[in-house]
């Protein structure tokens, strides 16, 4: 908790302020979270200090939200790329990311719970904290800048694919919210990119792409491997089956089925839990593209029948 | 390094709606890089009707992909191939001739005839057992379904 007051402190996340009249306050709370690795041993406890990002009124505490994030396509295509021009791959990763964005509206916070405080005082936030609902806009806005500072372009087939040449070669890098992916044929030109980076936010430098956004990435001198299986793991946990029963193919082959198949689930939560861990494995997962896709259209009405098949799914994995 | 995607539609396999489902599939050199199975927006008359859907689908990605590999210094020199298993698509694609049934699908017509006289893509026949987006189209039995999963030169192993 410590170590996150201090990142507060060190990016002047808010002052302190008495409430202008007219003006709504923003609730906010302590987030404890354990982090593991890709082999699920623990890597880190978490502490994050979250604003109440949902009290927030549209047209008054914030305007736009959309963010882009990188399209998995892109990112399956670099690392085909980069795997056959034999270019290496890093992972880096914006410490505290949000709390580098500058806000545009004006938003008033109560003070965290556990900090000692004068009454009557709030804190007037001066970066996108976490849980705001404008703070992903602003973290990628800010991020944005510094990296056209840097002489990088921005895609237009895909706006989080910045592009720089240098004399050596040309520098990709590739942004999904706080993660951030690099290759280039100009190794000393990785080099600089990092310290430039460093200079202007806090990084953690991951080495070489491991693990990214729950992805698995392995690699030998030919190809590289990505896989989802801690993943997968955590899904059939959550559906907790009693045995251990697989099947050859994710459909029954005779299967149609039609929205009114069974009686509606009492509660759909955790029909729509897997269906949303589904679409996310086909990233990794192409043959079962086409039964995710028969799942998914069943989420505003699922019934025991849609269920059975989403389940039948896992037990193929 | 080449791109190459494989496409295919399912007719009327919706049973509540009776839309058709675009699979499609493409190749960077060997590997598999993009993939989708998709509802079509709106009911296609007969089978050619939603294959041509499926085409023009494909061709849209293939013509953002070459462009975002240009900007991955990726430089292409030849067409894209993309395999389609009907015959009457492939021929209402190269023929300019347009018939009374295929009136109400001529933008689709004029996207992909655009793209194959400009020789971003081609059009090459694949018989229907090769077609390895079939497997993003419908349900298949056991020997099928293995038989399309390998050609996607998936690693299954590496994931269990």
């Known amino acids: ?14 002052d302190m302020v008495h409430l202008p009249p007219g003006k709504s306050v923003v609730g906010c709370r302590w987030v404890y979270k354990i982090k593991t690795n890709s082999d699920g041993s623990i890597k880190q406890y978490k502490v994050r200090l979250v604003a109440k990002g949902y009290s927030q009124q549209y047209g008054i505490d914030y305007e736009e939200t959309f963010v882009h994030v990188a399209k998995m396509t892109t990112i399956r295509t670099l690392i085909v790329v980069a795997s056959i021009r034999q270019w290496h ?17 004006e938003v008033y916070m109560t003070p965290p719970p556990g900090i000692s405080r004068d009454s009557g005082y709030v804190c007037k936030l001066k970066k996108a904290l976490y849980g705001l ?12 800048i510094v990296i056209s500072s840097l002489g990088f372009v921005s895609s237009s087939h895909d706006s989080v694919f910045f592009i720089k040449c240098t004399d050596a070669g040309r520098i990709i890098l590739s942004l999904y919210v706080d993660d951030m992916i690099i290759t280039s044929d100009d190794i000393d030109g990785i080099s600089v990119l990092k310290k430039e980076l460093a200079r ?29 299986s801690k993943y997968v793991a955590d899904i059939i946990e959550r559906a907790r089956f009693t045995d251990n029963k697989t099947v050859d193919t994710p459909i029954d082959v005779n299967a149609r089925y039609s929205f009114f198949d069974g009686l509606p689930l009492i509660d759909p939560t955790l029909y729509h839990t ?11 997962h192409p043959n079962i593209a086409y039964v ?14 849609h269920l059975a098949v989403a389940l039948r799914i896992l037990r193929y994995l | 390094m080449e791109l190459c995607a494989y496409f295919d539609a399912d007719h009327g396999s919706d049973s509540t709606y009776r839309k058709s489902v675009t699979g499609f599939c493409i190749f960077l050199g060997d590997s598999l890089i993009f993939w989708k199975s998709k ?41 894209t191939p993309m395999y ?19 009136k109400h699908i001529e933008i689709d017509c004029h996207l992909t005839r655009h793209h194959l006289n400009h020789d971003t893509i081609t059009l090459p026949f694949v018989p229907f057992s090769l077609q390895i987006a079939d497997l993003f189209t419908k349900v298949h039995s056991v020997s099928r379904f293995c038989f399309l999963v390998v050609k996607l030169s998936m690693l299954i192993a590496a994931a269990s």
């Open chain 1, 133 to 144: 609902k404008q703070a992903p806009r602003a973290c990628f806005e800010k991020f944005s």
């Open chain 1, 274 to 284: 897997i269906v949303g861990s589904l679409i996310y494995l086909t990233i990794t």
């Open chain 1, 292 to 305: 995710v896709y028969v799942v998914s259209q069943f989420v505003a009405f699922p019934t025991t029948v």
């Open chain 1, 89 to 105: 791959i890093s992972q880096l990763n914006v410490k505290n990311a949000f709390l580098n964005g500058d806000l545009q509206e």
């Open chain 1, 200 to 228: 202007r936010f806090e990084m953690k430098n991951l080495g070489y792409l491991r693990y990214f956004l729950g992805i698995e990435v392995a690699y030998s001198p030919k190809r590289y491997l990505i896989s989802q």
């Open chain 1, 1 to 14: 908790m410590n170590e996150e007051l201090s990142a507060l402190n060190k990016t002047e996340t808010w």
């Open chain 2, 39 to 79: 509802k079509q927006s709106i009911v296609s008359q007969s089978s050619t009707e939603a294959e041509y859907r499926a085409m023009t689908f494909t061709t849209k990605k293939i013509i953002w992909l070459r462009w975002l590999l240009v900007d991955m210094r990726v430089s292409f020199f030849h067409p």
């Open chain 2, 84 to 102: 389609c298993d009907s015959q009457s698509s492939i021929q209402i694609a190269h023929n300019s001739v347009f018939h009374e049934r295929t």
